[in-house]
């Protein structure tokens, strides 16, 4: 079993900062690439905001490039979000994702693990 937790959401004034943290725990694993999601209320599919490679490729998406920041720390299993300059269209749960190969015969190939989710609410 693997587990991820967020944390660091919570309410700011636009042009804020935020980071958000996200640790991943479990047994004989490894984690691939990570990456970041949120979710509006009412939309139906997630957004991708970021994502990173196990070798700190980075991508983003255009509504947060240049003010959102993702980075790993492989030794700890954790990914974090630098936010910056927040707008209110950035009000979402944020959720982390994590793509994880087992060292195991029984569980081949990888498998996507979500967090719980921690929600970011930008307003005056």
């Known amino acids: 079993q693997v587990q991820l937790v967020e944390s660091g959401g919570g309410l700011v004034q636009p042009g804020e900062s935020l980071t958000l943290s996200c640790v991943v725990s479990g047994r004989m694993f490894r984690v691939s690439a990570m990456a970041w999601y949120r979710h509006y209320p009412g939309i139906q599919r997630r957004e991708k905001i970021a994502?990173?490679?196990?070798?700190?490729?980075?991508t983003y998406a255009d509504s947060v490039k240049d003010r959102f920041t993702i980075s790993r720390d492989n030794a700890e299993n954790r990914v974090f979000l630098q936010m910056k300059s927040l707008k209110p269209e950035d009000t979402a749960t944020y959720y982390c994702?994590?793509?994880?190969?087992?060292?195991?015969?029984?569980?081949?190939?990888?498998?996507?693990?979500w967090g719980q989710g921690t929600q970011v609410t930008v307003s005056s």
């Open positions: 994702n994590a793509q994880v190969t087992f060292d195991s015969n029984y569980y081949q190939g990888e498998y996507d693990y």
């Open positions: 994502t990173i490679t196990r070798d700190d490729t980075v």
